[in-house]
């Protein structure tokens, strides 16, 4: 299977700061990746899928690059609602998998 | 509005069994392929099955031979039939819309049902 890791696990950040979040992939999956957001108690929300692509609705502040084996997440200017733990997903083959997540606190 | 509900879900011993349902409204059910993902307290996403549009079905190690996926499309419903459990199948589990036919994409996620697997 291929292994997602990403990093950091945790961050506090200051509203209005830019946030990143790396996730890199134990194999080329090209730009098969999304990105997930999850808030405490809720279910998974699509954020970034095909490493770049905004989902509707969501806020131009989140976007998300890369290709191969190495992605970046960005929250331009982190809001407090932005609070929440972020999940990359590879879809390169039908064992899905997902990186550890990263939880992003307001400092 | 599209949604997914799951139940199901409760308390069971190691090496019994459970079914969860998911059902589904606001869509074109049998058009989309289908999948459920679990999670355990404070851990990550795990991918636990798919189901196509067709009927064909997908799993990972950790749960083949073990649970199995259906659908009823007349019924707009989800299923996922959990034998053998074991302690490690402790999580909340979520139905997960894929985002079109062949997608690996979850545009849309259920709230989630707890199943806990302990003597």
């Known amino acids: 299977d291929i292994q997602m890791t990403q990093s950091p696990s945790s961050l506090s950040a200051s509203v209005g700061d830019r946030v990143t979040i790396t996730c890199q992939a134990s194999?080329?999956?090209?730009?098969?990746l999304n990105w997930y957001q999850q808030k405490p108690g809720k279910a998974p929300k699509l954020l970034i899928y095909d490493a770049s692509n905004l989902e509707t609705g969501v806020p131009s502040r989140f976007s998300g690059s890369g290709s191969g084996t190495d992605f970046t997440f960005t929250i331009s200017s982190l809001q407090p609602e932005d609070i929440a733990t972020y999940y990359c997903?590879?879809?390169?083959?039908?064992?899905?998998?997902f990186g550890g997540g990263t939880k992003v606190e307001i400092k | 509005e599209v949604q997914l509900v799951e139940s199901g879900g409760g308390l069971v011993q190691p090496g019994g069994s459970l079914r969860l349902s998911c059902a589904a409204s606001g869509f074109t059910f049998s058009s989309y392929d289908m999948h459920w993902v679990r999670q355990a307290t404070g851990k990550g996403l795990e991918w636990v099955s798919a189901i196509g549009t067709a009927g064909d079905t997908y799993y990972p190690g950790s749960v083949k031979g073990r649970f199995t996926i259906s659908r009823e499309n007349a019924k707009n419903s989800l299923y996922l039939q959990m034998n053998s459990l074991r302690a490690g199948d402790t999580a909340v589990y979520y139905c997960?819309?894929?985002?079109?036919?062949?997608?690996?994409?979850?545009?849309?996620w259920g709230q989630g049902t707890l199943v806990t697997v302990s003597s």
């Open positions: 997960a819309r894929a985002a079109g036919s062949g997608s690996l994409t979850f545009d849309c």
């Open positions: 997903q590879q879809y390169d083959n039908l064992a899905l998998t």
């Open positions: 194999q080329d999956i090209s730009n098969y």
